[in-house]
């Protein structure tokens, strides 16, 4: 099983940007797609943004051309570039298998806090 701990969430006014990471526990980091997803007060969580093990990429409309996934295979860690943050981006956002709202059972971390507010 795959242990994911985000992280480089935090306080951002409008316009801000942040860099978040997920680092993956395990081995087989490089062969699963990986997806960033957020979950805001009273909202279902949603897909971000996604990249496969082939390195193709996948954005909401919402976050497009804000938003930039990225993944190092060898730190077995998936990033989240986000610019032009806006105060609709606030939310919980979570890494996970790139399928993960798909699959029954998918389980989650923490996830790391974002907040855009001036």
């Known amino acids: 099983q795959v242990q994911l701990v985000e992280s480089g969430g935090g306080l951002v006014q409008p316009g801000g940007s942040l860099r978040l990471a997920c680092v993956a526990s395990?081995?087989?980091?490089?062969?699963?797609?990986m997806g960033w997803y957020r979950q805001a007060p009273g909202k279902q969580r949603e897909l971000v943004a996604r990249?496969?093990?082939?390195?193709?990429?996948y954005y909401a409309d919402s976050v497009k051309g804000r938003f930039t996934i990225s993944r190092d295979n060898a730190k077995n860690t998936v990033y989240l570039q986000m610019d032009s943050l806006k105060p609709e981006d606030t939310a919980i956002y979570y890494c996970?298998?790139?399928?993960?709202?798909?699959?029954?059972?998918?389980?989650w971390g923490q996830g790391t806090q974002v907040t855009v507010s001036s």
């Open positions: 990249i496969s093990s082939s390195f193709s990429i």
């Open positions: 996970n298998q790139g399928l993960a709202l798909t699959r029954p059972g998918s389980s």
């Open positions: 395990g081995s087989i980091f490089s062969i699963y797609a």
